[in-house]
């Protein structure tokens, strides 16, 4: 591995609690070389969706060969498993309870491994697995053990059971599947589907809580001030927004919110 | 530029999302060497005093020949221009919105170009320039690329109106610019104002919504606890502000309340 | 001190303000080499003692020779006075006001000394000695300035009183002294404690408000979804916990709250 590997957390630890840092004092102690950069510590509580949005989007767009340690884990201490995998160029260590579903879904799966060589660990608590097991699995894993000495291969591994669009008619149903701290509603459609569906895309209206949000447009200001309206955001995705305010508000929708597209 | 170059991000972005951590994975891709530092990602959303205000108090303090990287950006995709500036020892990209301007008063303007070269962002979304734009330009800069290379110099560049402190009979009226998370009132009214209108500092006294503050104090502690007080802040600005409280929720104040100078 | 030192930062500044990365301008101005490492910018403001339980629980898992700098300081400014200290192996630099406690009841003090030699930060603001007064010094140290340097040793300093668990017949009663950000409420009660009072803690029932909650638990995830639990958390201290909820609100606790402990 590189001179100074890059390693990233995900966690849903908040930032006021000395768990974060806990986690790097390991990493840096076992590898003092490792470059450590957040991806986020605000996932909500035991959030494993929001966790595995963000994750497939922030992930892909590192250096090849950096270490992704993923942190989002209701289950920990029980007997849920621990995963390491090689999605695309990236490595991830992350707990098998479907917070890969997105990046797997990105990227092709390399290796995975089901993490039985716990042996480096000795002594972890039962409820901090962040601190006593995935910072020193992470510093191995820095340090270049390889994925594969980690234990072995699973038959399989949990993924959520993400909802995907559905025809109606004319219409194709889909639903908000992730609201970002702006406000806006990111949906399961992706412009993939979009094109795969219509012939051309300029035609097709959008709506969402029985309101009418016109043809997708290029970017927030391309709508007045405080106005819905839907795009096809960074992520790929139909999303509803409003322009320099928060859709979630103005539609009062969250996760779940249908979101219907026609063709006009 | 240095062997390790430094680069600061400031956006709006918050740090539930993927955003800035895919910003951060941008960058480390095309400039592996790049120290990344935080100045802050909440700004309150679309907030671009408030940007310039972190930004002029943050940035001066780096290294000569650090890059800050701006992103508080409500008009991404539309037709609003990107800069690229030299302000004193201190390396800025941001958007063509005003953002600029608290650090263009206290550093001189050394260079100054709107970025046209943008041929190594093809294919970029018109909602994500952070990712897809602000940070493989900066990654060039990070690299070695001058300035003067990414596009030529503005006739003009957008400003803030920040409101100024204007004479009143014998006293000087300001206003809140900016309130800081102890809940602060920070005014436009500088230490300079004050030493350049009247003699003897000592004697002047602050007041704000009809209540008389006194003096300027030296420090928080020197007002009783929970009481109000105005001191010189770190800034170098005149603050309104309780001890061990939050001045804001004690006057019901915030940008734009008076604050009124006397001589006593 | 090491090529690359690393340094951490813990303030009750929070994020949004340019106060945390004003720190960071100085200290990578005057030590280019720094490595920084956030603890947290997010204790509650003016709460020593969260300060002082976040600084032990991180503080310790760092590699040896790190320096913590804190920050969480509302004396700012008066004459409380400003420590450098060396517990265990690490070094820590921090206001006399007590969030030192709880590292020096876990480590002993190798080393105390009250700074004296501030003439290298001469010009400091009275209200912002982490950018002016404590950067400046964490960079003298970092490049390698011996902490006997800095001042002489003080006869005493200030210590947090902290609760302490007591017996009551055949009870320990301890209180609630931290809670996280998931509601867990942290008390003063350790597994040490528990230990050493009963022979066999299999047998000890926790109780909280007057709801029983059982025996200790191993992990979260051994109560049913929503269920109050008690266990011996990471920082081996006895913890009141729901299994993906808030414990603190479920029971409309907070710092104070008595948590019992008694044989079955």
């Known amino acids: ?31 003092p070389r490792a470059r450590i950069v957040d991806i986020s510590h605000d996932i909500p509580a035991h959030n494993v ?9 922030a992930s892909l767009h590192f250096p090849p060969g950096t270490l992704h340690v993923v942190v ?9 498993r621990i995963l ?32 039985r060589n716990t042996d480096l660990v000795g002594g972890a608590s039962m409820t901090f697995h962040g601190r006593d097991v995935f910072a020193p699995l992470a510093a191995e894993l820095l340090n270049g053990r390889p994925l594969e000495q980690l234990g072995p ?21 889909g639903q908000v599947i992730y609201v970002d701290q702006f406000g806006n509603l990111v949906s399961n459609i992706t412009w993939q589907d979009v094109e795969t569906i219509w012939r051309d895309p300029a035609t097709v209206r959008v709506s969402c809580l029985g309101r009418d949000l016109g043809s997708l ?17 960074s992520m790929g995705r139909i999303e509803v927004a409003v322009n320099r305010g928060r859709a979630c508000d103005v539609l009062d929708a969250g996760v779940g919110t249908e979101v219907r597209l ?3």
């Open 262 to 264: 026609v063709q006009s």
């Open 153 to 173: 291969q699973p038959d399989s591994y949990r993924q959520l059971e993400v909802p995907v669009p559905v025809r109606s008619g004319e219409a194709v149903v």
């Open 72 to 80: 989002v884990d209701p289950g920990v201490g029980t007997d849920r």
């Open 1 to 31: 591995m590189a001179r100074q590997p890059v390693v990233t957390l995900l966690t849903d630890f908040g930032t006021s609690d000395p768990y974060v840092a806990a986690m790097k004092g390991v990493l840096l102690s076992r590898c």
């Open 84 to 115: 390491a995998a090689q999605c695309g160029e990236q490595l991830y260590l992350l707990p098998d309870n479907g917070v890969i579903t997105m990046v797997a879904e990105a990227a092709p799966i390399e290796a995975l491994v089901v993490v």
């Open 49 to 57: 969706l929001a966790g595995a949005v963000v994750l497939a989007e």
């Open 217 to 233: 447009q290029g970017t927030y200001g391309f709508a007045p001030r405080g106005e819905l309206l839907a795009l096809v955001n």
